[in-house]
């Protein structure tokens, strides 16, 4: 067996596997249980360096942004995910599996890197509304689509009612050895946390999956509206490819209240 059908049933199989690799991460597991295991296909991180004061101004004041050699860093990632679910209840076809594209940059609370996301466009009405309600999300219904044609990936997002529109064609390159602590590779994407801002409320949920494995890779991008304003990329991006990523994701929590 194989296809979509083969990945409903294999899938949970695999992110519930990764809860025999810690060894990697920069603190324990959460001792509550998981609530939601999905699968991420045909990854690619498109990275730019941006002036530190710059994205500071679009980070809410009660997260600390991070920089790596004074600057900041903001990320895209189209992406396929497949095989969402929650714990109690395996992936089912038609609504589990959908192209998304993540806006996003790297903050800390309370010594524990993660992730803060501008916008995140997915191709599911369904899953849009439940991720603002359960997570506190920005995500945003898009007409999204993926198509793999020999090693290509050709990826394209348009936002609903809006102009924000992404495309992209790319492809892997040669496998990296693994990211260590200490090297950009590391900073911008071992993190396995993602926080959400309420007035003034910081909540964080924890998500685990193994080790990044990363390729290089190549692309040709093309977008619109997509950034925060006023950033405007003018050097070519840092590109990573990754193939697939078996996760799971705890319950949102409150970690601050209002200031």
């Known amino acids: 067996m194989s296809g979509p059908l083969h990945d409903l049933v294999r899938a949970p199989l695999l992110q519930t596997a ?19 295991g999905q699968s991420w296909l045909d990854l690619l991180f498109v990275h730019w360096r941006v002036p530190y004061e710059l994205l ?18 903001l990320g895209v990632t189209p992406f396929e995910l497949r095989a ?26 309370e010594e524990k890197p993660g992730i803060f996301f ?17 997570y506190r999300l920005p995500y945003r219904h898009a007409e999204t689509r993926i198509e793999r044609v020999g090693r290509a990936i050709s990826f394209s997002s348009q936002r609903v009612g809006e102009p924000a529109r992404f495309s992209a064609r790319y492809a892997p390159g040669r496998a990296l050895p693994p990211a260590v602590p200490g090297t950009l590779e590391h900073f911008l994407t071992e993190r396995y946390c993602l926080y959400a801002v309420e007035r003034g409320r910081v909540f964080r949920a924890e998500i685990h999956h ?3 494995r ?29 193939v697939r990523e078996d996760v799971l994701v705890w319950p949102l929590r409150e970690v601050r209240g209002p200031r």
């Not at 501008?118 to 359960?134: N, T, W």
């Not at 290089?216 to 405007?232: C, K, M, N, Q, R």
């Open 118 to 134: 501008f916008s995140l466009d997915a191709g599911s009405r369904l899953a849009v509304e439940a991720a603002r309600r359960l």
């Open 214 to 242: 990363l390729r290089e890779a190549e692309a040709e991008l093309d977008f619109d509206s997509l950034l925060p304003a006023g950033i405007v990329p003018t050097a070519e991006p840092m590109l990573h490819y990754a």
């Open 56 to 73: 500071r101004e679009h980070v809410p004041s009660v997260l600390a942004l991070d920089a790596f050699d004074g600057d900041a860093w």
């Open 84 to 109: 969402l679910h929650p714990s109690l209840i395996p992936p089912l076809p038609g609504v589990s599996r959908f192209p998304e594209l993540n806006v996003r940059t790297y903050v800390t609370v």
């Open 18 to 36: 990764g809860l025999a690799r810690q060894a990697h991460r920069q603190w324990p597991l959460p001792r509550r249980p998981w609530v939601l």
């Open 210 to 212: 193994p080790r990044w």
